[in-house]
């Protein structure tokens, strides 16, 4: 599934309006957004141990270091066909969660297919959600994701719309 958003010239697949845009192992891209208000990252849903662990330690090295000053805004792609859920994967969602300072205002925004395992993610994630200040939103759609986050940081006084 594209990541498509809405421009001025049309539709226009947000990897490319990225800063900073970093190719990992196992098809993980990553950059930033709105002057790296945001972090992207989109994986290929490869679900072998080592395709996971690069995905959760690049959102951990994230989280640790971002600027206090800031809340953290984290946009994922994860609507790819092969994208799944496993207990390695889900204990691996639990390190990053667990990342993030307790009361720090983090938001993250997924992005995944309608289907039944992701159903199956999203009751995982809405069970560890606005929690300690973190919220957590699925969506089917990158644009509105992307919205979301936006709103959240502008309503911070972080970004202005």
Not at 10 to 21: F, M, Q
Not at 72 to 84: E, F, T
């Amino acid at each position: 599934m594209k990541c498509d958003i809405t421009s001025s010239d049309g539709p226009i697949e947000l990897v490319d309006l990225l800063a900073d845009i970093e190719l990992g192992d196992f098809g993980v891209i990553t950059g930033w957004i709105d002057d790296r208000q945001i972090f992207f990252i989109r994986t290929d849903g490869d679900m072998k141990r080592e395709a996971v662990d690069g995905w959760a330690d690049t959102l951990i090295t994230i989280v640790d270091s971002w600027s206090d000053k800031q809340p953290i805004a984290v946009l994922q792609n994860l609507s790819h066909p092969n994208q799944g859920f496993t207990p390695y994967s889900k204990a691996r969602t639990t390190d990053i969660f667990n990342a993030v300072p307790k009361n720090r205002v983090a938001y993250c925004a997924v992005v995944m297919q309608e289907t039944f395992v992701n159903r199956i993610i999203g009751f995982f994630l809405n069970s560890i959600r606005n929690r300690d200040g973190m919220t957590i939103r699925i969506f089917t759609d990158c644009e509105e994701a992307l919205t979301w986050l936006r709103i959240q940081l502008n309503e911070n006084n972080q970004i202005f719309l």
